[in-house]
Nanobody
Framework: VQLQASGGGLVQAGGSLRLSCAAS????????MGWFRQAPGKEREFVAA????????NHADSVKGRFTISRDNARNTLYLQMNSLKPEDTAVYYC?????????????????WGQGTQVTVSS
Protein backbone atom coordinates (compact mmCIF):
# COMPACT_ATOMS: atom_id res chain seq x y z
CA VAL A 1 0.00 0.00 0.00
CA GLN A 2 1.23 3.47 -0.86
CA LEU A 3 -0.16 6.61 0.75
CA GLN A 4 0.07 10.07 -0.79
CA ALA A 5 -0.73 13.04 1.44
CA SER A 6 -1.61 16.44 0.01
CA GLY A 7 -3.34 19.70 0.90
CA GLY A 8 -0.77 21.33 3.12
CA GLY A 9 0.31 24.92 2.74
CA LEU A 10 0.73 28.30 4.39
CA VAL A 11 -2.28 29.78 6.17
CA GLN A 12 -2.88 32.55 8.68
CA ALA A 13 -3.92 31.80 12.22
CA GLY A 14 -7.65 31.18 12.37
CA GLY A 15 -7.73 29.81 8.87
CA SER A 16 -8.59 26.35 7.55
CA LEU A 17 -7.01 23.61 5.48
CA ARG A 18 -8.16 20.17 4.39
CA LEU A 19 -5.57 17.45 4.06
CA SER A 20 -6.16 14.43 1.87
CA CYS A 21 -4.45 11.07 1.79
CA ALA A 22 -4.93 8.88 -1.27
CA ALA A 23 -4.25 5.18 -0.94
CA SER A 24 -3.00 3.11 -3.83
CA UNK A 25 -4.98 0.03 -2.97
CA UNK A 26 -8.48 -0.64 -1.83
CA UNK A 27 -7.23 -2.85 0.99
CA UNK A 28 -6.94 0.17 3.26
CA UNK A 29 -10.73 0.08 3.56
CA UNK A 30 -10.15 -2.78 6.02
CA UNK A 31 -7.64 -0.82 8.09
CA UNK A 32 -7.89 1.88 10.65
CA MET A 33 -6.25 5.08 9.45
CA GLY A 34 -4.68 8.01 11.21
CA TRP A 35 -2.91 11.34 11.04
CA PHE A 36 0.26 12.23 12.92
CA ARG A 37 2.38 15.37 12.86
CA GLN A 38 5.96 16.31 13.60
CA ALA A 39 7.21 19.80 14.31
CA PRO A 40 10.92 20.71 14.03
CA GLY A 41 12.85 19.41 17.00
CA LYS A 42 9.87 17.50 18.37
CA GLU A 43 8.74 13.91 18.31
CA ARG A 44 5.99 12.69 16.02
CA GLU A 45 2.65 13.02 17.76
CA PHE A 46 -0.78 11.55 17.27
CA VAL A 47 -3.42 13.86 15.79
CA ALA A 48 -6.47 11.76 14.90
CA ALA A 49 -7.56 8.25 14.01
CA UNK A 50 -10.57 6.59 12.41
CA UNK A 51 -11.84 3.02 12.30
CA UNK A 52 -12.07 1.02 9.08
CA UNK A 53 -15.77 1.77 8.60
CA UNK A 54 -15.40 5.38 9.63
CA UNK A 55 -17.95 5.03 12.42
CA UNK A 56 -15.50 5.66 15.24
CA UNK A 57 -12.92 8.43 15.62
CA ASN A 58 -10.43 9.70 18.16
CA HIS A 59 -8.81 13.15 18.20
CA ALA A 60 -5.92 14.39 20.31
CA ASP A 61 -6.93 16.86 23.00
CA SER A 62 -4.84 19.56 21.34
CA VAL A 63 -7.00 19.45 18.19
CA LYS A 64 -10.36 18.35 19.55
CA GLY A 65 -13.14 20.66 18.38
CA ARG A 66 -10.95 22.11 15.62
CA PHE A 67 -9.88 19.14 13.50
CA THR A 68 -12.07 16.38 12.05
CA ILE A 69 -10.87 13.13 10.56
CA SER A 70 -12.99 11.34 7.96
CA ARG A 71 -12.64 8.78 5.19
CA ASP A 72 -14.24 7.78 1.92
CA ASN A 73 -13.55 4.11 1.35
CA ALA A 74 -15.09 4.18 -2.12
CA ARG A 75 -12.44 6.73 -3.10
CA ASN A 76 -9.67 5.16 -0.98
CA THR A 77 -9.12 8.57 0.59
CA LEU A 78 -8.56 9.81 4.13
CA TYR A 79 -9.20 13.43 5.12
CA LEU A 80 -8.30 15.82 7.90
CA GLN A 81 -10.35 19.02 8.05
CA MET A 82 -8.43 21.58 10.08
CA ASN A 83 -10.22 24.72 11.29
CA SER A 84 -9.20 27.54 13.63
CA LEU A 85 -5.56 26.80 12.94
CA LYS A 86 -2.94 28.03 15.40
CA PRO A 87 0.80 28.66 14.93
CA GLU A 88 1.48 25.66 17.17
CA ASP A 89 -0.22 23.45 14.56
CA THR A 90 2.75 24.08 12.26
CA ALA A 91 4.29 20.70 11.40
CA VAL A 92 4.69 18.06 8.74
CA TYR A 93 1.50 15.99 8.73
CA TYR A 94 1.65 12.28 7.96
CA CYS A 95 -1.15 9.88 7.13
CA UNK A 96 -0.82 6.24 8.02
CA UNK A 97 -2.61 2.90 7.73
CA UNK A 98 -2.96 0.90 10.92
CA UNK A 99 -2.11 -2.77 11.31
CA UNK A 100 -5.66 -3.53 12.40
CA UNK A 101 -9.19 -2.43 11.66
CA UNK A 102 -9.79 -0.27 14.71
CA UNK A 103 -8.56 3.00 16.11
CA UNK A 104 -4.86 3.21 16.97
CA UNK A 105 -3.21 6.17 18.67
CA UNK A 106 0.45 5.15 18.80
CA UNK A 107 2.87 5.19 15.88
CA UNK A 108 3.98 1.60 16.43
CA UNK A 109 0.43 0.43 15.62
CA UNK A 110 0.77 1.75 12.07
CA UNK A 111 2.35 -0.29 9.30
CA UNK A 112 2.36 2.08 6.34
CA TRP A 113 3.14 5.81 6.19
CA GLY A 114 2.72 8.54 3.61
CA GLN A 115 5.47 11.00 2.75
CA GLY A 116 4.07 13.95 4.73
CA THR A 117 2.71 17.35 3.81
CA GLN A 118 3.88 20.64 5.35
CA VAL A 119 1.40 22.82 7.20
CA THR A 120 2.59 26.28 8.25
CA VAL A 121 0.39 28.60 10.28
CA SER A 122 1.50 32.21 10.55
CA SER A 123 0.55 34.44 13.47
Amino acid sequence: VQLQASGGGLVQAGGSLRLSCAASKRTTSNNGMGWFRQAPGKEREFVAAISWRGDSTNHADSVKGRFTISRDNARNTLYLQMNSLKPEDTAVYYCAAARGAWIATTARDYACWGQGTQVTVSS
